[in-house]
C-alpha cells in the first residue's frame, strides 16, 4: 500500500506565497524510479498539471506556474514540495501530488488552495 499524503494548503491574500508538501509512506521503494508531480483542480474545472519532475532532465511546468512556482523532490525521503509565489486568485484550488510510473500511478486526497483578500 502506498499513501500521498498533501499538506501546506490554506487561505493566503493574492500577492503571498504558500509552501506545499507531500509525503509518500508505504512500499515506496520504487519511487527513486518514479516520476513526481502536482495537479490542480478548481471547482467546475478538469484537472491540470502544475509542474512534474522526473528521473532526469529538468521540472516541466505548466505555462501559469513557470516564473512563480518551484518544484522540488527529496528522492531519499519520498518527498515532494511546490514553493507557490506571487499567488493569484485563479490560484484557488485543490492541489494533489501525483507519483507515476510505467504502470503504477499514486494519488495523494489533496490540499485546497485559496488566494483571497
Known amino acids: 500500500q502506498v499513501q500521498l499524503v498533501e499538506s501546506g494548503g490554506g487561505l493566503v491574500q493574492p500577492g503571498g506565497s504558500l509552501r506545499l508538501s507531500c509525503v509518500a509512506s508505504?512500499?515506496?521503494?520504487?519511487?527513486?524510479?518514479?516520476?513526481w508531480a502536482w495537479y490542480r483542480q478548481a471547482p467546475e474545472k478538469e484537472r491540470e498539471l502544475v509542474a512534474r519532475?522526473?528521473?532526469?532532465?529538468?521540472?516541466l511546468y505548466n505555462h501559469f506556474a513557470k516564473g512563480r512556482f518551484t518544484i522540488s523532490r527529496d528522492t531519499a525521503n519520498s518527498t515532494l514540495d511546490l514553493q507557490m509565489n506571487n499567488l493569484r486568485p485563479d490560484d484557488s484550488a485543490v492541489y494533489y501530488c501525483n507519483v507515476y510510473g510505467r504502470v503504477d500511478d499514486y494519488w495523494g486526497q489533496g490540499t485546497q488552495v485559496t488566494v483571497s483578500s
Open positions: 519532475i522526473g528521473i532526469t532532465g529538468p521540472p
Open positions: 508505504g512500499s515506496t521503494s520504487n519511487f527513486a524510479g518514479m516520476g
